[in-house]
Nanobody, 126 residues
Framework: QVQLVESGGGSVQAGGSLTLSCTDSGHRFAYNPMGWFRQAPGEERKLVATLNWDGGSTYYSDSVKGRFTISRDNAKDTVYLRMNSLKPEDTAVYYC???????????????????WGQGTQVTVSS
């Protein structure tokens, strides 16, 4: 049963922008922290950004801080990742995830996220 569906990936030149979307098809995660992660070939999955249930609190990895923005629209059951000033090193499969064991709080640790989407590929060319 697919619950999180990512979209918006694609190919872009360095310096360009993309917006990823993650839709909660089960309408279950409005009160849970959500996050975006990425995995490049040969590397471990890494946390990119997280936010709490209403988007009032956000966290970014140092590698994307100032370039990426995470947000959510609970009325649409959707979490977004706006990516600006993309670099070739941003190339990866991007995943969204939910921490279903935390309500109203914030999660900063990747291992706490327990529901995952299938991923969407982002390729940045130089």
């Amino acid at each position: 049963q697919v619950q999180l569906v990512e979209s918006g990936g694609g190919s872009v030149q360095a310096g360009g922008s993309l917006t990823l979307s993650c839709t909660d098809s089960g309408h279950r995660f409005a009160y849970n922290p959500m996050g975006w992660f990425r995995q490049a070939p040969g590397e471990e999955r890494k946390l990119v950004a997280t936010l709490n249930w209403d988007g009032g609190s956000t966290y970014y990895s140092d590698s994307v801080k100032g370039r990426f923005t995470i947000s959510r629209d609970n009325a649409k059951d959707t979490v977004y990742l706006r990516m600006n000033s993309l670099k070739p090193e941003d190339t990866a499969v991007y995943y969204c995830a939910a921490d279903t064991r935390t309500r109203y709080g914030m999660t900063y640790v990747a291992s706490e996220f327990d529901v995952w989407g299938q991923g969407t590929q982002v390729t940045v060319s130089s």
